[in-house]
């Protein structure tokens, strides 16, 4: 019977091991070096009109690389900044890694052409068009300017690319772990997640 109750133990602590390791292929972490757009509670002083300081926690959003991954904190250097923030991970609410920079040309296009559909209008119901309708007069606008439109929305989509960021996690520290420190001395660290 005990046989029976450790076999059927490490079988289903193997099955859990697995899924896990089949769900955590799905997240993206972020590792070092990697391009971050982090979201996270900044503490800010307030003055009063007292003259009191008093600290306060807002949402603050920033992009830059992460430096240095922690056990309890993401050390993250700022674009044109010259110095590294320590964030807590307490503290972080999002963090997204970025995966480079995708075309806004069927964007572009998308918008131009519905911005010429409008000046189209717009323009054949101001202008004179001789025999025409007012009717034929806007539709000859919108036949003439939605292409342009078009054109002129591709364009700028081409010349301005966004990037693209996915949602990622820091990754949990390692459970056991061995560090030198720069005296030569060792410490063996455990980590334990409930």
Known sequence: MRRFFIGTSCS????LACASA???QDTTFV?????VRVTFE???EVADH???IWYSLEPVRLVG???MLKSDTLVFLPEDAESPLSIPRSRIETIEVSHGKKSNIGKGAWIGAVGGVVAGAVFGALVEC???SRGQCVLAGVIIFAPGGAILGTGIGALLPSERWI???IPAPAPVALNVGKDGSVRLAFSVRL
């Open 130 to 132: 001789g025999d025409w």
């Open 12 to 15: 289903v602590a193997l099955l």
């Open 31 to 35: 590792h070092q070096g990697a391009r």
């Open 65 to 67: 690389s992460a430096t």
């Open 42 to 44: 900044a503490r800010t």
């Open 167 to 169: 949602e990622a996690e």
């Open 22 to 24: 089949l769900s955590a």
């Open 50 to 52: 007292s003259g009191s």
